[in-house]
């Protein structure tokens, strides 16, 4: 069995990384540290733990080297809420789009799905069998009816033995496809009102979408018994989860493991410059600061206190430098780590190590059309050779060069797979020379091509 994220040791959570992202060494032990020490700083006694605080890291390197791929494969690992936010969305309190407290809101509602489905998890077997039977109700009277009107009263007698060989039946997805028609529903439980004044539209659309509940009525529709198990389902499991208790649990786990990544701070980093757009971004920095240093935010589901949020940013700075950021957000972010750019050993790594290596992808899409694909040793090491060459020679966008090339070099094989069912296609030097080698060592057929 998988450990969870808060109980794996920073070894540990390098080694879960290292499946999947290929170098940068010294940013995944920052941030396997940083995601211990969350763990750690649990277990500490009351007093010294209010003194603790977590260190907001910062990951600086260009584009394409794995900042991105860090946060989405601990999101993957976390048990803890973990949201994912692009800078570039938020805009300054009073012009028109999200605000910055809405990354709190949605970690919070992260947490609070993720604690209702463990809680609905530990019931699973109660629900099973409650949507068994809700099902088997929808069934039977049918079968009943049809077997009443050819004068079988054998079905009767034996209700209870039919009850039961129908249930294995219906295990078994033998009337998945039956279509019944069923009582769905009225909305979900109705949450109306702000805590203070709402802080965006978002708020708003929230208590608007909560009011119209309360005008939604049961209404009957035809569906396939697949279906109408996952619309039951869904009904089962809101009864089972004590919401009260869940939302609690889940601020919790917000306030104290919650961790946001937010990515592509550089592109609202202004400098010196004093124009318009850049007195916006200026704007949205300061609205971040208080809420990374902690501060309270009104939720629909109570107050959340972010000064224990573990924040970690990200951002190429390649036509800014973090210290155009504002002083106080610098001060705020005090781990820098920056990421190497990939080298073509790094590239060819990437092409051979990782669990869902670009090459694997490739072979699993054409083995679909019975295609086979031999990647050579000396193919894959061109392919790399490729990469990190047309990357020094025009822009270098890191390891999403490969997804280019890797395109370029199976689009005839793709294209006539139809033809060439049970073939093996060797990709070996000469193959990618013939299909990339052109294009590549052209500087301005490269530039748009590749």
């Given at each position: 069995?998988?450990?969870?994220?808060?109980?794996?040791?920073?070894?540990?959570?390098?080694?879960?990384?290292?499946?999947?992202?290929?170098?940068?060494?010294?940013?995944?032990?920052?941030?396997?540290?940083?995601?211990?020490?969350?763990?750690?700083?649990?277990?500490?006694?009351?007093?010294?733990?209010?003194?603790?605080?977590?260190?907001?890291?910062?990951?600086?390197?260009?584009?394409?080297?794995?900042?991105?791929?860090?946060?989405?494969?601990?999101?993957?690992?976390?048990?803890?809420?973990?949201?994912?936010?692009?800078?570039?969305?938020?805009?300054?309190?009073?012009?028109?789009?999200?605000?910055?407290?809405?990354?709190?809101?949605?970690?919070?509602?992260?947490?609070?799905?993720?604690?209702?489905?463990?809680?609905?998890?530990?019931?699973?077997?109660?629900?099973?069998?409650?949507?068994?039977?809700?099902?088997?109700?929808?069934?039977?009277?049918?079968?009943?009816?049809?077997?009443?009107?050819?004068?079988?009263?054998?079905?009767?007698?034996?209700?209870?033995?039919?009850?039961?060989?129908?249930?294995?039946?219906?295990?078994?997805?033998?009337?998945?496809?039956?279509?019944?028609?069923?009582?769905?529903?009225?909305?979900?439980?109705?949450?109306?009102?702000?805590?203070?004044?709402?802080?965006?539209?978002?708020?708003?659309?929230?208590?608007?979408?909560?009011?119209?509940?309360?005008?939604?009525?049961?209404?009957?529709?035809?569906?396939?018994?697949?279906?109408?198990r996952e619309i039951f389902r869904e009904e089962e499991m809101a009864k089972v989860v004590d919401q009260d208790k869940a939302v609690e649990e889940a601020r919790q786990r917000t306030e104290q493991m919650g961790i946001i990544f937010i990515d592509e701070i550089d592109k609202?980093?202004?400098?010196?410059?004093?124009?318009?757009?850049?007195?916006?971004?200026?704007?949205?920095?300061?609205?971040?600061?208080?809420?990374?240093?902690?501060?309270?935010?009104?939720?629909?589901?109570?107050?959340?206190?972010?000064?224990?949020?573990?924040?970690?940013?990200?951002?190429?700075?390649?036509?800014?430098?973090?210290?155009?950021?504002?002083?106080?957000?610098?001060?705020?972010?005090?781990?820098?780590?920056?990421?190497?750019?990939?080298?073509?050993?790094?590239?060819?790594?990437?092409?051979?190590?990782?669990?869902?290596?670009?090459?694997?992808?490739?072979?699993?899409?054409?083995?679909?059309?019975?295609?086979?694909?031999?990647?050579?040793?000396?193919?894959?090491?061109?392919?790399?050779?490729?990469?990190?060459?047309?990357?020094?020679?025009?822009?270098?966008?890191?390891?999403?060069?490969?997804?280019?090339?890797?395109?370029?070099?199976?689009?005839?094989?793709?294209?006539?797979?139809?033809?060439?069912?049970?073939?093996?296609?060797?990709?070996?030097?000469?193959?990618?020379?013939?299909?990339?080698?052109?294009?590549?060592?052209?500087?301005?057929?490269?530039?748009?091509?590749?």
């Amino acid at each position: 069995m998988a450990k969870r994220l808060d109980d794996m040791y920073p070894s540990e959570i390098v080694a879960s990384l290292d499946k999947y992202v290929i170098g940068q060494e010294e940013a995944k032990k920052m941030v396997a540290i940083a995601i211990r020490n969350r763990s750690r700083r649990k277990k500490l006694p009351d007093e010294i733990r209010e003194e603790v605080n977590p260190k907001n890291i910062m990951m600086i390197g260009p584009t394409g080297v794995g900042k991105t791929e860090i946060a989405r494969r601990i999101a993957k690992l976390a048990n803890a809420p973990f949201v994912k936010v692009e800078a570039t969305k938020f805009t300054e309190v009073g012009y028109v789009g999200r605000d910055v407290e809405s990354m709190v809101k949605d970690l919070m509602a992260m947490a609070v799905n993720m604690v209702s489905a463990e809680m609905a998890e530990m019931k699973s077997s109660d629900v099973d069998r409650l949507v068994d039977e809700r099902l088997l109700d929808l069934l039977l009277p049918t079968i009943t009816e049809k077997k009443s009107s050819d004068n079988d009263t054998a079905v009767i007698s034996a209700e209870d033995s039919t009850r039961e060989q129908f249930r294995d039946l219906l295990h078994k997805g033998v009337f998945d496809d039956k279509m019944v028609e069923i009582t769905s529903q009225g909305g979900p439980k109705v949450e109306v009102g702000f805590m203070g004044t709402p802080s965006s539209m978002d708020d708003i659309q929230d208590a608007m979408s909560n009011i119209s509940s309360l005008f939604q009525r049961p209404r009957r529709r035809r569906v396939s018994i697949k279906r109408a198990r996952e619309i039951f389902r869904e009904e089962e499991m809101a009864k089972v989860v004590d919401q009260d208790k869940a939302v609690e649990e889940a601020r919790q786990r917000t306030e104290q493991m919650g961790i946001i990544f937010i990515d592509e701070i550089d592109k609202i980093a202004s400098g010196s410059r004093t124009n318009g757009a850049d007195v916006s971004r200026e704007g949205v920095q300061r609205d971040i600061l208080p809420i990374v240093e902690g501060t309270k935010v009104n939720t629909k589901w109570g107050v959340v206190d972010t000064t224990n949020i573990l924040f970690i940013a990200s951002g190429a700075f390649s036509m800014s430098k973090p210290s155009d950021l504002i002083p106080e957000l610098q001060g705020r972010f005090p781990i820098r780590v920056e990421l190497k750019a990939l080298t073509a050993d790094d590239f060819y790594r990437i092409l051979t190590e990782p669990a869902n290596a670009l090459t694997k992808q490739y072979e699993a899409l054409l083995g679909v059309d019975d295609v086979k694909l031999d990647f050579t040793e000396d193919g894959l090491r061109r392919i790399a050779e490729l990469a990190w060459s047309v990357n020094n020679d025009t822009d270098n966008i890191g390891a999403r060069r490969l997804h280019t090339i890797m395109e370029k070099l199976v689009e005839e094989v793709s294209y006539n797979a139809d033809q060439m069912r049970g073939q093996t296609v060797v990709i070996d030097r000469g193959y990618v020379d013939r299909q990339v080698g052109e294009v590549a060592s052209s500087r301005d057929a490269s530039r748009y091509i590749l």
